[in-house]
């Protein structure tokens, strides 16, 4: 039992206070014009009362609207006594502890980055000969307190790095070319790169990466290019997309590694499954590769990897638990017949790849539990790397000279810890991210919930050993791309709310990747409401359990959980106490319409096709505002006006509908100017908002 769990019963907000907060908040009425739009489309009759808030030209009176809700949002939060704890624990559970992550290994020198306490985000590090010492601060590269490192690549021959540095949150920026000896840029910057990409060194004079759009009107990530050169920046020629075999709704990427025979090309999108293309490297560096598509969306395959004569892919098609397939390569390019390297299966789902100089390594997964396998030359047996605790694999990279991979283990109780590996043989790295010494008191029960259609949902609950009975309780769901939601991982954040008392949990939602290939489609689409019933049964469970208050647990998600968890909140009220959604997609029936939506269409739905869209309104929680009888349960909106992913205006346009509906709901929208998506937040930001989303939670299930 740890020694803060005596103290909060002292603070906990009164049921006549939390309601008087509520109440008096709510009662402010919505103050925001409407102008209704109705439309037909594949008959399906919709009204807009807020499309206004879509045109860029109307963003000062949208920005002025969450500002307004904001400042509403704010008094309310800051009126919260639990916030002030919150805030404080936060601070010395999360903030305040050494985080190191993202270890990348080229020859006989290491890139990590490391964050420090009182530090606003991570700095990158190098570990050589010398011993270790800071090489590049995001602060300095990007000339923003508030900047942040994404993608960064190591060149094979281990002299220099690309960096993408962004601000705010947004995650578009630019990639920075740096000599890693002296830490001075090698050329100009290269403007307009998204954030999971930077810039990959093919040989000693060439470099590619993929750029978006210079479209500051429309969406930049529609007709995103694969661009090849000089590692000076200078002499760059696109060599694929632009509606070259790459549709403009997918991103073009190259991965091209020195002296193989052939790069590989790709169109990538929000999606699993991606198309992909082989050239001879030498076409490629000469500026006019000669493609020859060898992948298409019909196989069913997420990662392909060339390495010599062959083509390594991860395909789903024949085996929803995944299987990991080599194809010979004639001497164009040309790919025969695959054979099955290795299989997966219900008690091992493939989940990623990587090909390095002596073999292929598998990363796999049993009930969300990591798993590695190494097969040597490539063709196997497969050999398990034993892994040193029960955790998720973070980010497996190849080393950039092609000898091994790294990745970060991540457990429930243990923070990340970075890892090496060469030959299938493990090797320690000595880096790891502080831990909160409480964690070691923390119990972990995996149930199931049985959804309406009988389905059995797998369901996590973690709340400190020696806890029993009712206590607010927290519900994480995502529910898209099939992504594991139940793998375990060490929660920074959660470890204030677990020292609180509270109770977090995990519903693994048909439309994640829980189960496999099937799981996924089984929540996806026009199955979507399925994955809604999932995280009503996950609530009801916890409830009956004797875990959640009996009015039900807080739900939350963000991103694509924005489809899942208002939406479940509105079908289903009487099973949740709470919600709160971030930087959601609220208005699926208008993805079109947004930046990154068109991205989106293979996993979403795609509005010029009549069922569809059909599916898509069904997802929509701003339509589903409109046909509900009651209000959905107390809710906590959040949006990061940097957000480049999810367009701001889809949640702003939910609450004030919301608010104009049900003026004395308890329903509030919390803006920051300086946040995005979530990725690459400065420290003080999140921690801030964390505070916030806390003290809500705990309010709402305390009355």
Request: charged share 20%; proline share 7%.
């Amino acid at each position: 039992m740890i020694a803060t769990f005596h103290v909060r019963a002292a603070v906990l907000l009164t049921a006549s206070a939390a309601a008087a907060i509520s109440t008096s908040l709510a009662a402010q009425p919505a103050s925001v014009r409407a102008d209704p739009v109705t439309e037909t489309v594949h008959g399906i009759t919709l009204t807009y009362e807020y499309r206004w808030m879509e045109d860029p030209a109307n963003a000062p009176e949208m920005l002025a609207f969450v500002e307004a809700e904001n400042a509403r949002a704010r008094a309310m939060l800051d009126a919260l006594p639990e916030r002030a704890w919150f805030e404080q624990r936060l601070a010395a559970l999360s903030s305040d502890i050494d985080r190191v992550s993202g270890y990348l290994q080229c020859g006989d020198i290491a890139l990590f980055r490391r964050v420090r306490p009182g530090e606003q985000t991570p700095r990158l590090y190098i570990r050589d000969g010398a011993g270790e010492r800071m090489l590049l601060d995001p602060a300095v590269v990007g000339g923003d307190p508030l900047a942040s490192f994404g993608a960064i690549e190591i060149a094979p021959d281990c002299r220099s790095v690309a960096v993408q540095v962004s601000s705010g949150g947004s995650e578009v920026g630019r990639v920075h070319l740096i000599d890693i000896a002296s830490g001075k840029d090698i050329g100009p910057p290269i403007e307009r790169i998204w954030g999971e990409g930077s810039a990959s060194f093919v040989g000693p004079d060439k470099v590619t990466y993929t750029q978006m759009a210079a479209n500051p009107e429309g969406d930049p990530m529609l007709g995103m290019t694969a661009v090849i050169a000089n590692r000076d920046g200078t002499g760059a020629t696109v060599v694929l997309g632009n509606g070259v075999l790459v549709a403009p709704e997918q991103a073009a990427v190259i991965l091209a590694v020195p002296d193989e025979p052939f790069a590989l090309g790709a169109a990538v999108g929000a999606r699993v499954d991606n198309e992909f293309f082989l050239a001879p490297m030498a076409s490629l560096l000469a500026g006019k590769p000669q493609w020859r598509q060898v992948v298409t969306l019909a196989d069913r395959i997420t990662i392909a990897l060339p390495r010599g004569k062959a083509l390594y892919a991860m395909s789903s098609r024949d085996n929803p638990a995944g299987t990991i397939l080599r194809y010979p390569l004639a001497d164009d390019g040309t790919p025969g017949a695959p054979e099955v390297i290795f299989a997966g299966s219900p008690e091992r789902l493939v989940r990623d790849m990587r090909v390095t100089k002596d073999g292929v390594y598998v990363h796999a997964t049993r009930d969300g539990a990591a798993q590695l396998f190494f097969l040597p030359d490539g063709r196997g047996p497969a050999q398990e790397v034993a892994l040193p605790f029960e955790g998720s694999i973070v980010t497996l990279s190849p080393d950039a000279d092609g000898r091994g991979v790294s990745f970060g283990l991540s457990g429930w109780a243990e923070a990340l810890t970075q890892f090496h590996v060469v030959g299938g043989k493990l090797e320690a790295t000595g880096l790891a991210s502080g831990v909160w010494e409480g964690a070691a008191g923390m119990a972990v029960t995996r149930m199931e919930a049985v959804s309406k259609d009988g389905t059995k949902v797998p369901l996590v609950v973690i709340r400190c050993k020696g806890d029993a009975g009712r206590t607010p309780t927290i519900i994480e769901a995502y529910g898209g791309y099939g992504f594991d939601n139940i793998s375990p991982g060490y929660d920074r954040n959660a470890m204030a709310w677990l020292d609180r008392g509270g109770a977090r949990a995990y519903c693994g939602t048909r439309g994640g990747g829980e189960r496999g290939r099937d799981w996924h489609e089984g929540g996806r689409g026009p199955n979507k409401p399925r994955a809604m019933e999932d995280l009503a049964a996950c609530a009801r469970t916890l409830t009956a359990a004797g875990i959640a208050p009996e009015g039900g647990p807080l739900i939350t998600g963000a991103s694509m959980g924005g489809t899942l968890v208002p939406t479940a909140a509105l079908t289903d009220p009487s099973a949740f106490g709470a919600q709160i959604t971030m930087v959601g997609v609220v208005n699926a029936s208008r993805i079109a319409f947004a930046e990154n939506g068109a991205n989106q269409f293979d996993e979403m739905g795609n509005p010029a096709d009549p069922q569809q869209f059909r599916d898509l309104v069904a997802m929509d929680a701003y339509q589903m505002l409109a046909s509900s009888a009651s209000p959905p349960p107390p809710s906590l909106m959040t949006i990061g006006l940097n957000d480049r992913r999810v367009a701001p205006w889809m949640t702003a346009k939910w609450v004030a509908r919301a608010r104009a509906k049900w003026p004395d709901a308890p329903i509030y929208l919390r803006g920051d100017a300086d946040s995005g998506h979530g990725i690459g937040t400065a420290e003080g930001v999140r921690r801030n908002e964390t505070a916030d989303l806390f003290a809500f939670a705990w309010t709402q299930q305390s009355r």
